[in-house]
């Protein structure tokens, strides 16, 4: 459409005069007055009447002020109204073409996440990856979508990425083959049945491979120290019984803790003091 040219017709700019001067002039000699007046307790009543005499004045000054501001300001409200009404007419044609351009860019992204998709499904293949850090790599940033974003150079970062979440998965494995080694070593040279799976899953909170290690051997030692029955031959105990990890906060009494700390130790509970 041809350049809409809005053109203003009529612009008064708001004015009102009113006899400021002669009220200022009349104020100040009859308020001098009550200025500086002092009343006993007894003179209460009259106290409040000079209040109540005041507020009456300050009151109708106020009522003309809102008055005359509704007045004035009275046009202004017309000629908004009448810009909104005009723009509510492109806003009748604006929304439907909006919403059919959404859905263009719906489609067109729609196609591109399929592009993507078989690329990133062949690196997961390629560097093995787990549900764990595949799932990472299907996480990939919105920028992706944009037009100016070439499947070359996104191929090339998942590239680079799943490199990266398959070393992490391999240091991972690694880790745990470390851990479920050492509890296999403790388990036979003390007699014990720590299980592997109760360590390994610490790796998901941070803890180092070499803080577990001695989370192990404080455990031995607990257990040694109690003259824990191994588990796999404690009464009613099922070998292939689930296990399961929580973390909990425990507030308690020094005593309390250490009485918590031994029944878990003597059930043949893993635990481990968490830093905060």
Known sequence: MNELQVKTINLAPAKVEFNFEELSAVLDEQLVKYQGLE???????????????LNKGKKALDTYRKE?????????TDFENQCKELGK??????????EQHDQFEEERKDKKRKQIVPIIEQLIASEGLNDKYSDQLHDFPKEYFNKSKTLKSIESELTERAKYL??????????????????????????????????????????????????????????EKNNQVPLSSAPGHVEDE???????????????????????SSNGMAWKVMEE
Not at 68 to 76: H, I, N, R, S
Not at 198 to 220: A, P
Request: one cysteine or more; a negative charge.
């Open 166 to 223: 398959g070393s992490l998965q391999d240091k991972e494995d690694a880790d745990q083959e470390i851990i479920k080694s050492h509890v296999d070593l403790m388990n036979a040279k003390h007699g014990t049945d720590l299980l592997g799976i109760t360590y390994t899953s610490l790796l998901d909170h941070d803890v180092s491979v070499e803080e577990i290690k001695n989370q192990i051997d404080r455990d031995v030692k607990i257990v």
């Open 68 to 76: 005359t501001k509704k007045e004035l300001t009275a046009p202004v």
């Open 89 to 98: 007419k492109f806003d009748s044609v604006i929304n439907p073409l909006k």
């Open 39 to 53: 009343f006993t307790e007894k003179d209460a009543a009259a106290c409040k009447k000079t209040i109540t005499e």
């Open 242 to 264: 689930k296990r399961y990890v929580e973390v909990y906060r425990v507030e308690g009494t020094e005593s309390d803790l250490e009485m918590l700390e031994e029944y878990m």
